[in-house]
């Protein structure tokens, strides 16, 4: 049977098909693509955040403490501690320090970064859930299988740490 362009059917089911498999590869690589893109701003994002802890600390003297509800408190004017998650602030004397204008936020709406001080506020964990567990920053277990913190990133638990003295990836 002829199309009227004087292809038979089976011509046209097979491009069909070949364009079908092409599409298919096509999408999967883009997914894949959009994922790590999103895993390298969580990086990029962590590795900010820290490189202004660490301005922070050598102005304050400690990293910034949690509040009741695990929020980030910067010192205030009056001596007090504020939240300071969506700007990493602080006063030294009555002069006002910004160390990060915006905090930046998971490029995914139901996750986010986990900031968490430690050794009586002397270090700092930050903390986010990678989408690609392949990565080689993922955390591992002694055995190098990849597994994750015990920490809730959101809807995931967080599988990657930065600490004040860098990457962390095998759980001890």
Avoid: H
């Amino acid at each position: 049977m002829k199309a009227s362009n004087g292809f038979t059917l089976i011509e046209l089911i097979l491009v069909m098909a070949i364009i079908g498999i092409l599409s298919v590869v096509g999408i999967g690589s883009y997914t894949q693509a959009t994922i790590k893109s999103r895993d390298t701003e969580r990086k990029n994002d962590l590795n900010q955040i820290a490189k202004a802890l660490e301005s922070f600390n050598n102005d304050v003297g400690r990293y910034p403490a949690v509040d009741d509800t695990g929020k980030m408190t910067c010192p205030q004017l009056d001596g007090t501690e504020a939240d300071c998650i969506e700007m990493i602030t602080a006063y030294i004397g009555d002069e006002k320090a910004v160390y990060m204008q915006e905090v930046p936020k998971d490029p995914d709406t139901d996750r986010s970064y986990i900031y968490v001080p430690e050794g009586n506020e002397t270090g700092f964990a930050l903390y986010t859930a990678l989408e690609n567990t392949q990565d080689k920053d993922v955390v591992v277990d002694s055995t190098g299988v990849a597994t994750d913190w015990s920490i809730s990133c959101g809807t995931v638990n967080c599988n990657y740490k930065l600490t004040e003295v860098g990457l962390i990836r095998e759980i001890q």
